[in-house]
């Protein structure tokens, strides 16, 4: 996941770069348009948070303080349990931890997402939905930490800030293969056969 995330931050530094091409460098295929970005612009667009917190900014939030904010802008689409809305095709948040690979799982961000860093990087750049963008950095350690509390993962009044937040081990982290194929020395345990994965 790691690397998934790397080349992620790549491809999107990548194409800012592409996006804002200037005639210093080579001459633009589209004349006058386009310009090399200021570092000011490219550090406001790389807003990538790693699996190790890299990225994450300053701020903090308990379950205590997120509670309301979930209350006002997320329980309309995510539901007052964390239980999503099928109507919405909204999936839940909490719940089913320590059912993933049984024969009735039950996915949620609590219970199958191995890194925890995801759900504050997904909650800036998507939520709430149709005013994203909108939430405080503090706002969002505050439902991030809500939402570990719903799952059982921490304390209701335990901080979450860009120190605390990645130290906190989810239930499934080490419910998916290894970054890299490689790192299976059995190939059947690969679920490989015949140069075909399953």
């Not at 194409?15 to 589209?30: D, H, I, V």
């Not at 006002?72 to 239980?83: A, D, K, R, S």
């Not at 909650?123 to 405080?136: D, I, K, V």
């Amino acid at each position: 996941m790691r690397y998934f995330l790397m080349f992620k931050r790549g491809f999107i530094l990548g194409l800012l770069a592409l996006c804002f091409t200037t005639a210093g460098a080579q001459e633009s295929p589209f004349g006058d348009l386009g310009r090399a970005p200021t570092a000011a612009e490219v550090e406001t667009l790389d807003i990538s948070i790693m699996p190790d917190g890299e990225g994450l900014p300053p701020g903090r939030g308990t379950a205590r303080e997120g509670e309301p904010i979930y209350m006002t802008q997320c329980v309309m689409c995510h539901g007052p349990n964390l239980e999503g809305r099928r109507d919405y095709r909204v999936g839940r948040l909490a719940g089913g931890v320590g059912t993933i690979g049984t024969e009735n799982q039950v996915k949620s961000f609590g219970s199958y997402n191995p890194v925890v860093t995801t759900l504050w990087d997904y909650t800036r750049r998507a939520m709430p939905r149709f005013n994203e963008g909108s939430l405080t950095n503090d706002e969002i350690y505050a439902l991030s930490a809500y939402i570990l509390y719903k799952n059982g993962i921490i304390g209701q009044n335990e901080v979450m800030n860009a120190d605390s937040l990645p130290k906190v081990e989810m239930p499934n982290r080490n419910g998916f293969i290894p970054p890299a194929l490689e790192d299976i020395p059995d190939i059947d345990a690969r679920g490989c056969r015949n140069g075909r994965c399953r």
